[in-house]
């Protein structure tokens, strides 16, 4: 107890939020000392069980110097002046070994190797990808620190004193000679330095990693999670009792392969809503036209009724972008009822606080008025065109707000593509028709 005193103290020391927390099991209290760790103007939880093997690397290691950067796996030190940041390969799982093998004869760095062709040296060395005055980088092994913390989020057990090659390949930024006093700085910094460096690794070399995202600590993750996948007490027979339009279908499942990447979710469920958009937005028209037709003042013969006539038509056929928020919205307004959307989102309580916090700002400033029942379904239909055109409009010349990929953005979206994802599966159903056995 007394190394989790002196982690306590060091902690105070560096202005890291923290206490301690007695949890009882059936036959024993464990005390864990939990603290806040920043990045940037949020913060991480993480959790250290008393008795930890790591706690004298802890407090032997310079972590608690280091600060998150919002959007990556990174952290940012401005009394050692470096950054350091996860790296991923995208669409597949790249061995480091592999890795640093691509790596070796790219840079024509000499390795042993034995007859199967594996590495003799059980910890390949970093390889330098660009040094000059102003600054090193590379790529390696993670350090102590960046290793530790990873573990605590993912709660893996890690013993920090094995080989190297239990870490995760890292970008190092380090020896910079203007010093990094902010987040801001340090997240410029980095994504300057990997923009340019992996683009020419990419075309030079065949060699395709990029910046490894901020993931939520998995406890957290697991929360959500558990709210997402409730299973029904009681079977239920699957049935061909009903058959789903091919397109918005394969829009649908192409969604859920892409499950990791919220930003590509969003735009295919996107694109489900829209197939129908034009089915309600007709029957919209439809209803119009009847009504005006069906008036006993309206005269064929009439030139200003005629033009009424058109001008319906043609304001329902100009296909803008004002037009298509009206047709989302119309569509909306077909396939749901405001209650089922408000009860569906108090179930899941992971949207209700998202909806209700600050933090749904981050992805756009249209709000959802969780206790408003006549304006919600305007609300989300406002909602989910502003995210859409932030991810579609990306010209330089557009000074809107824009939601890329790899950001941290994507820990935001995800929600959003929940709610979405439930509007897409309302729709589809809507839609169905009785199963055909030809």
Known sequence: MEKMKALKQLLDENNINNQ????????????????????????????IRENDPNIDSLLNSSLFNYRGIINYESIWSAESNCIECGIISPGIILP?????????????????????????????????????EKRKVSLGYSSKEFALLSAYKEGRRIDINENKTRFEITLLIENINTPIKTQDEAKSLLEKVSYTLFFQLSLLYNIDIVLRPRKKPRRERNRIVRERTGIPAERKDLKLE??????????????????????????ALYQVLEFYFPIYSTLLEKTIIQNLI??????????????KLLNIIKKYST???????????????????????????????????????????KISEKKIRLTDNAGILNDI??????????????????????????????????????????????????????????
């Open 20 to 47: 301690f927390e007695e949890v009882s099991f059936e036959d024993e209290t464990l005390t864990y000392l939990y603290f806040q760790f920043p990045v940037a103007r949020e913060y991480e939880e993480i959790r």
């Open 319 to 361: 296909g803008s972008l004002g037009d298509e928020r009206e047709q989302l919205n119309t569509t909306l307004r077909s396939i749901l009822r405001a209650e089922d959307v408000i009860n569906y989102i108090k179930e899941n309580s992971h949207l209700e606080t998202y909806y209700s916090a600050k933090e749904s700002d």
């Open 294 to 307: 069906k008036d006993p003042c309206f005269n064929i013969n009439k030139d200003s009724d005629v033009v």
């Open 381 to 438: 239909a406002m909602r989910i065109y502003d995210i859409r055109c932030s991810i579609v409009h990306n010209k330089a010349s557009e000074s809107s707000r824009k939601i890329l990929p790899l950001t941290k953005d994507n820990e935001y979206l995800a929600n959003d593509v929940q709610l979405l994802e439930f509007i897409t599966r309302k729709a589809i159903i809507a839609n169905s028709r009785p199963f055909s056995n030809i």
């Open 96 to 132: 480091s070994r592999y890795l640093f093998s691509r790596l070796y004869k790219a840079f024509s760095i000499d390795q042993p190797q034995n007859s199967d062709g594996d590495f003799d040296d059980p910890e390949p060395q970093s390889v330098m990808l660009y040094s000059d």
């Open 242 to 267: 009903y058959e789903y339009d091919e397109i918005p279908m394969s829009l649908y499942w192409f969604a859920q392969s892409n499950k990791n990447s919220p930003f590509f979710m969003y735009f």
